[in-house]
């Protein structure tokens, strides 16, 4: 249970990050991903910290804390770089292929976890893998609507380049077991 304390540390970064928008006369979106731009990139490290709004980040709030906690304890050996490599590897993608406007927020990252999920449950072919995809999916699955270019103001590029970054992680980490 000691990789609640790391998921609630990483939420509270979150929500940190949001009332320093809110106090600090700069507009932190300006250091989200802008495609094929060089200041663009730092995005490809700060996206998941950054949120448009209250609501935006409430909304990311409790699929970060409930993938985060699935990951950490199922699949205690790999989270971190999983976590890392999500961002890093979904924020290149965002970089590389975008619309040109600042993409931010933690979505992408839940993207990539939910996949990682599901995706693992074919690679570690067993019940408690099996149970875990189907709950993920039950749960999260209307996320699959967030992959379609439905709103300008949502980035599906995030969302579907961090769904593309779970699954290849999920093959990339295919030979780590369940906790």
Known sequence: MNYI?????????LWGVLFLDFIIPLDFAKL???PRSIGGLVGVVF????HGS???LASNTIPVFVLLSVLYNFYTRVATRVVIYSVLISGVL???????????GASGLIYSIAAFLVAASFY???LKSFLIALIIII??????????????YISFEGHLF??????????????????
């Open 5 to 13: 304390k790391q998921v609630l540390v990483f939420i509270g970064i």
């Open 32 to 34: 989200g991903i802008m």
């Open 47 to 50: 996206h998941p910290f950054l």
């Open 54 to 56: 209250l609501g935006h």
């Open 94 to 104: 965002v970089w590389l292929f975008g619309r040109s406007a600042y993409h931010i």
């Open 124 to 126: 570690n072919f067993n």
């Open 139 to 152: 749960l999260y699955g209307g996320l699959v609507w967030g992959l379609l270019p439905v709103n300008p």
């Open 162 to 179: 961090g769904a593309i970054a779970g699954i290849f992680l999920a093959w990339s980490f295919r030979n780590e077991q369940l906790e």
